[in-house]
Structures are given as structure tokens and as C-alpha cells.
């Protein structure tokens, strides 16, 4: 049986696939049953596409690790001393940023949004920012209220500028101050001040309590001066002791027929700066050293503190950060006056220093029964790198 005619084989044109794909540039859009890049292997992302997108996930990952590990180790181990200087607003700079930078990606916005998020959450208690600040009413405050200065004076004052420093302190017209760093410094070495005669002649009307570089004084009687003892301190390495060994004094006051203390404090930098070289052992040492410093000075403060049933003010340079781990050392029974300040970033130091004006060094905690009319840090006029504390209060 023979095939009829119009059955024949048929023949086809040659189809050229290669030719087909060369004619297909590569930002042209493929289309089903094309044959184009995609198809054959080549990735629809060049390189260049790819590694922003990769770098924004994993700076958002990295973040949120070291934000987890920065609430786990900082206060409690020496060697995170470091991560430590980090400025508080950065726990909310740098997430938002990373967000705000990952909203031009497709790909990128949904999960580095997502860690970006985890990590403000995680560190929201480490920005140091007081929300509420800029919108809090200034409430009158009592004609009987407390007006109290806390001050690091920075090494007392600079020499020609005595009569200058002097001002500054009467200009406060406080009821209280508490001065730290009432030193002197010879040929590098921290000293002991000599100058509460001047002090008297300058501010007359007070009673004086001193330990070491600690000064207090006061329009009301001091019933009481004690300096804190704290156990476990590291061998200090000058004869000035006192310096080494008491970093907080408390003062009773006998203010209108009741006793308020005050406690004057300055705890140990957490490392020394212009010290030894970041990648020697004497850095690390030394890092350690204020560590062990550091930890029980904060324990015989709230030692003492929990036996003290009177109101209680303590202020003064903790040179502890908001975003540091060693704030949860603070007496557990006090409370930052803090909340009465209208600043969204109260920040104390460095003023005018070598660094901007970023961390919140200098602290004031009160006791449930005294009231926190305001609070404010005011500018030193160049006599220190820390501003001076100011607060009104009732008890």
C-alpha cells in the first residue's frame, strides 16, 4: 500500500537556538518559551545587585546579635568594657537607619524591617531617650523645695579662672552641692586639694563634709558625714588612699526637723582614657582593674541604701551609661529623678571635650518619699567636660 501523494514527508526550516539568543539582550523582559539568560543558566541578579541587598541583611542580623549579647554581658563581664562606650542613641539610630536604608530594596525591606525591629524592642531600654520629656509641663515649683547641684568639677578649677569657677557655683543658688573631683594634679599624679578655706571664704553660710575628692555642702546642718567602705577593692597604687578607696559619701542632713541623706558619688571610669595601647595586655588589665573596682563600690552603695530608712537622694558621676549593664546595680528601691527632666536626650557628657555630647554619665536616684520638681543639666561654662545636675525637691 503506497502513501498518497499528499502524505510526502514535510520539510522544516533549521532553527538556530543560538542565534535565537543572542537576539535576547539582557534587560529585555524573557517570555515564555524564549530562550534567553535566564533559562540557560546566567542569575536574573548581577553581583552588584546582590551584595547591597546581602550586606543589609546581615548588618541587620549582626546588630540584633550583638544588641542580645550587649543585654547578656555588659556589667557583667570586664572584657565587654568596649561595647560599652557605645553612645546610647546608637540602640536606636542604628536599627532605624537600617530600616530606612533597606526600604529602596524589594527584597530586603520585609526582613531587614523585621530585625530591625527585634533589635529596637530588644534594646529600647538602652537608648537613654525620654520620650515624654519635650512634652512634660514645667509644674510650679514649692517656695520650700530643695534646690540641689551635682557637679564633676574636673580636676576643681583651672588655674586664672578661680574667680570664674566661684561664680558659676553661687549663680546655681543650691541648698546643696555635691562636688566631685576636688583633687589637684602634680606632674601627672592625683593629689589631694587644699582649699576649703577658699571654698569658705567664697561660699560662707555652708556646712562642709570631705573625703577624699568628694565635697558636700550644705545650708543645713550635717548631723552626720560617712564615707562609704567598700570590700574586695584592688590594692591602691598611690599613698592617696582615700581617692582609691571612698567613692561615696553620705551626708544626713537635718533639713526642717528631718533627716534626709545625701549621697555624694563618683565611681570608677570603666577604663582609664590615654592610658595604655587597645592591643596590649596593661589595656586589658587595666580594664579589668576598674572592673573589680567598680563592682563593689556599687554593692556598698546599695548596701547602705537598704538600711537607710530616711528619704535618700544619691547623685552624682557614676560614669555609668543608660545603654550600660551596670545600671541594674543601682539601688534597686531608687528611682532616676530623671523622669521630671524635658529633655528627649538628657545627656551630661562630653561638654566640651574631645568627644560630642552624648552619654548620660551623671545620675540623681531618689527614695519613694522625695518628690522630683525638675531636674536639668546646665552648661559648666567650660570649667568641666560633664554638666552640672540640677534638681529641685521636696521631702
Known amino acids: 500500500m503506497t502513501a498518497p501523494p499528499h502524505a510526502a514527508a514535510a520539510t522544516f526550516p533549521a532553527v538556530s537556538v543560538a542565534a535565537d539568543a543572542a537576539t535576547v539582550a539582557d534587560d529585555e523582559p524573557v517570555r515564555v518559551g524564549q530562550v534567553g539568560p535566564t533559562i540557560a543558566g546566567g542569575p536574573t541578579d548581577r553581583w552588584w545587585r546582590r551584595w547591597p541587598r546581602r550586606a543589609l541583611l546581615a548588618a541587620a542580623a549582626l546588630w ?3 544588641t542580645t549579647a550587649h543585654l547578656l554581658l555588659s556589667g557583667r563581664l570586664w572584657w565587654w568594657r568596649l561595647a560599652d562606650l557605645l553612645p546610647p542613641i546608637a540602640f536606636l539610630a542604628t536599627p ?34 525620654n520620650l515624654p520629656g519635650p512634652l512634660r509641663p514645667a509644674p510650679p515649683v514649692p517656695a520650700d523645695a530643695l534646690r540641689v547641684v551635682s557637679w564633676n568639677t574636673e580636676y576643681w578649677h583651672s588655674a586664672g579662672r578661680t574667680t570664674e569657677f566661684y561664680d558659676l557655683l553661687r549663680a546655681q543658688r543650691a541648698d546643696v552641692y555635691l562636688l566631685q573631683e576636688y583633687l589637684d ?10 582649699e576649703l578655706d577658699q571654698v569658705r571664704r567664697q561660699l560662707p553660710g555652708y556646712h562642709l563634709a570631705v573625703v577624699g575628692e568628694l565635697l ?3 545650708r543645713y546642718p550635717i548631723v552626720a558625714a560617712t564615707p562609704l567602705s567598700a570590700s574586695g577593692l584592688p590594692p591602691a597604687p598611690t599613698d592617696f588612699t582615700d581617692f582609691w578607696n571612698h567613692q561615696v559619701l553620705r551626708t544626713d542632713l537635718l533639713v526642717d526637723g528631718r533627716v534626709v541623706s545625701a549621697y555624694n558619688a563618683h565611681l ?23 572592673h573589680e573596682r567598680r563592682v563593689p563600690q556599687f554593692r556598698a552603695l546599695a548596701a547602705d541604701v537598704a538600711d537607710n530608712p530616711h528619704p535618700i537622694l544619691v547623685a552624682g558621676d557614676l560614669n555609668t551609661s543608660p545603654a550600660m549593664g551596670d545600671a541594674h546595680r543601682f539601688p ?16 551630661s557628657w562630653s561638654a566640651g571635650g574631645p568627644s560630642l555630647l552624648l552619654w548620660r554619665l551623671d545620675w540623681a536616684l531618689v527614695s519613694d518619699d522625695v518628690e522630683v520638681h525638675r531636674y536639668e543639666f546646665r552648661d559648666p561654662a567650660g570649667h568641666s567636660d560633664h554638666r552640672l545636675q540640677f534638681l529641685s525637691i521636696s521631702v
Open 64 to 66: 540584633l546579635g550583638f
Open 96 to 129: 532605624v537607619l537600617l530600616a530606612v536604608v533597606a526600604a529602596g530594596s524589594r527584597r530586603a525591606r520585609r526582613p531587614v524591617t523585621l530585625l530591625s525591629l527585634a533589635a529596637l524592642l530588644l534594646g529600647a531600654g538602652l537608648t537613654g531617650v
Open 185 to 194: 594634679e602634680v606632674d601627672g599624679e592625683v593629689v589631694r586639694a587644699d
Open 216 to 218: 558636700t555642702l550644705s
Open 268 to 290: 570608677p571610669v570603666p577604663l582609664w582614657a590615654g592610658g595604655p595601647s587597645l592591643f596590649s595586655g596593661a589595656f586589658h588589665e587595666a580594664i579589668r582593674t576598674q
Open 332 to 347: 534597686p528601691r531608687l528611682r532616676d529623678a530623671g523622669h521630671a527632666s524635658r529633655s528627649a536626650y538628657p545627656v
